[in-house]
C-alpha cells in the first residue's frame, strides 16, 4: 500500500505561482511513476504532469506546458508540481497519484494509488 498526501493549495492571482507537493508513505520503494492531475469544476479528472521515480522520465499535458515544472526528491519521498504564470482556467482539485508498473501514465486508469486533493484557485 502506498498513501499520498497533498499539500500547498490556495488562492493565487492570474501570473502568481503555487507549489504542490505530495508526500508517499507505505510501500514507496516498488512505486514506478507518479502523476499529478486536476479536476476542474463540473468537469472530468484530466492529467497534468508525471514523472518515474527513478529512471527521471517526464510528461506534460500541452495545457501547462512551459509553465508547470514536475520533480522529486527520492529521499523525501516527495513530488512537487511548481505552477507559474498561472491563470484562471488552471482552477481544479489537484490529486497527486502512483502507480507500480511501468510504462509512464498519463491517464487517470493508469495510477491505482491517489491523494485526497488540494484546491487550486486563481483569480483573474
Known amino acids: 500500500q502506498v498513501q499520498l498526501v497533498e499539500s500547498g493549495g490556495g488562492l493565487a492571482q492570474a501570473g502568481g505561482s503555487l507549489r504542490l507537493s505530495c508526500l508517499a508513505s507505505?510501500?514507496?520503494?516498488?512505486?514506478?511513476?507518479m502523476g499529478w492531475f486536476r479536476q476542474p469544476p463540473g468537469k472530468d479528472r484530466e492529467f497534468v504532469a508525471a514523472?518515474?521515480?527513478?529512471?527521471?522520465?517526464?510528461y506534460y499535458a500541452d495545457s501547462v506546458k512551459g509553465r508547470f515544472t514536475i520533480s522529486r526528491d527520492n529521499a523525501k519521498n516527495t513530488v512537487y508540481l511548481q505552477m507559474n504564470s498561472l491563470k484562471p482556467e488552471d482552477t481544479a482539485v489537484y490529486y497527486c497519484?502512483?502507480?507500480?508498473?511501468?510504462?509512464?501514465?498519463?491517464?487517470?486508469?493508469?495510477?491505482?494509488?491517489w491523494g485526497q486533493g488540494t484546491q487550486v484557485t486563481v483569480s483573474s
Open positions: 497519484a502512483a502507480d507500480h508498473l511501468s510504462p509512464l501514465s498519463t491517464v487517470v486508469t493508469g495510477y491505482y494509488y
Open positions: 507505505g510501500r514507496t520503494i516498488s512505486v514506478y511513476g
Open positions: 514523472i518515474t521515480w527513478n529512471v527521471g522520465r517526464i
